[in-house]
């Protein structure tokens, strides 16, 4: 079955503990992001990364990390996190990041993971 | 980037009524406009997505509309049920997301 997995799907940590929240798609995709989602701000981007070893910031990157060593994998690092980061994350991938060719009929969804809640205290 | 304006911001209509979302984009190159769905506790999933080489695409009863010059799209919901209230995002290529409506449809 196509997915994308997520790990913890909940997790509650102290200010400054380093945690490490895992994502693995098994559908070959190149393109992977980050999201974190809070109540009316909708969907932002962390990260992303367009092929292995090429990631870049999207636009809320202060305080993460990630990598992306291995194409199927892209783990989200919080170094020291801080109550600000309490939030619900998404790991997400897609085929080509939507840029496919205009004149083809192939939809490149974005295939979400289940979700991390987290909370920082 | 992008930026990509979503409204309304919730929207309440009763069942067997329409629904409308709008969103607007700023880059006139963009040519990827996919919508999502996401119920309340659940990741977000595509239920439709146009290219800007067409100007409507529809699917049962959602269709989704594209005004290249005025730059925005619509998402339009027909005969709606209480098992469409979620909330929508729209978003521009598979990256830069509306801030998403709360649809919910009162029976």
């Known amino acids: 079955e196509a997915q994308v997995t997520q790990n913890p799907r909940y997790l509650i940590t102290v200010t400054g503990k380093k945690l490490t929240v895992t994502c693995s798609q098994n559908?070959?995709?190149?393109?992977m992001s980050w999201y974190r989602q809070d109540p009316g701000l909708g969907l932002r981007q962390i990260y992303y990364?367009?092929?292995?070893?090429?990631?870049d910031k999207g636009d809320v990157p202060e305080g993460y990390k990630v990598s992306r060593k291995e194409k199927r994998n892209f783990p989200l690092i919080l170094e020291s996190p801080s109550p600000n980061q309490t939030s619900l994350y998404f790991c997400?991938?897609?085929?080509?990041?939507?840029?496919?060719?205009?004149?083809?009929?192939?939809?490149?969804?974005?295939?979400f993971g289940p979700g991390t809640r987290l909370t920082v205290l | 980037g992008e930026n990509v304006e979503q409204h309304p911001s919730t929207l309440s209509v009763q069942e067997g009524d329409s629904a409308v979302i709008k969103c607007t984009y700023s880059?006139?190159?963009?040519?990827?406009f996919p919508w999502y769905k996401q119920e309340l506790g659940k990741r977000p999933q595509l239920i439709i997505d146009?290219?800007?080489?067409?100007g409507e695409k529809k699917d049962q009863r959602i269709a989704v509309t594209l005004n290249k010059t005025a730059k925005h799209f619509s998402l339009h919901i027909t005969e709606t049920q209480p098992e469409d209230s979620a909330v929508y995002f729209c978003?521009?290529?598979?990256?830069?997301f509306g801030k998403g409506t709360s649809l919910l449809v009162t029976p």
């Open positions: 997400a991938s897609s085929l080509s990041r939507g840029r496919v060719a205009i004149g083809t009929n192939q939809p490149d969804e974005q295939f």
């Open positions: 559908m070959n995709h190149e393109y």
């Open positions: 990364s367009m092929n292995v070893e090429v990631t």
């Open positions: 880059d006139s190159a963009s040519n990827y």
């Open positions: 146009i290219r800007s080489n067409v």
């Open positions: 978003a521009v290529y598979a990256l830069n």
